[in-house]
């Protein structure tokens, strides 16, 4: 809550005009419209947070035209950031490295890593839909599959080479 603060302050401040969502404005009723609008989820991968397992995030969209124009997603626990400029690239800054970044390339399921997140429903549907897909996995005969916890870090996972899918 208080990093959603800190960050909507912060973007107001130089874009007044701008609109903002969180999540708990996503809770309420709100229509993306055309308009500068910054998408933020102040703690992504809750549940990893609350069991201080690292694999967390805060992420920032900036959005013109319903289309995401620069991504930010940052993990203060590892202290990396990886963000993306559309038509410019994705790129990272952590104790490791930084620079661009890309994604590994692989082009068979057989030789992939995935990452997938099972969410927070536990109705029958869901269940069967989580378990179909992990099984269809299997049976194409994937590398490995991980459960990390945080999508946004799964995305940047991906979009690093770090999983392949």
């Known amino acids: 809550q208080?990093?959603?603060?800190i960050i909507g302050s912060r973007i107001r401040g130089r874009f007044p005009q701008h609109a903002i969502i969180g999540e708990e404005t996503a809770a309420e009723k709100y229509v993306?419209?055309?308009?500068p609008t910054w998408t933020i989820d102040p703690v992504d991968g809750t549940t990893n947070f609350v069991h201080r397992w690292p694999w967390t995030c805060i992420l920032v969209t900036y959005l013109v035209n319903k289309e995401?124009?620069?991504c930010v997603t940052y993990n203060p626990i590892g202290n990396e950031m990886y963000w993306a400029v559309k038509g410019r690239g994705a790129f990272t800054k952590s104790p490791r490295y930084e620079g661009p970044i890309h994604t590994?390339?692989?082009k068979t399921v057989g030789e992939s890593v995935v990452v997938m997140e099972v969410g927070y429903r536990r109705d029958?549907?869901?269940i069967a839909h989580t378990t179909g897909c992990l099984a269809g996995l299997m049976r194409r005969q994937v590398r490995s599959v991980r459960m990390a916890g945080s999508c946004g870090m799964n995305v940047a996972a991906v979009a690093s080479g770090k999983v392949d899918a």
């Open 32 to 35: 993306l419209t055309d308009a």
């Open 104 to 106: 590994s390339g692989t």
């Open 2 to 5: 208080e990093s959603k603060k």
């Open 124 to 126: 029958e549907q869901t």
């Open 68 to 70: 995401a124009h620069v």
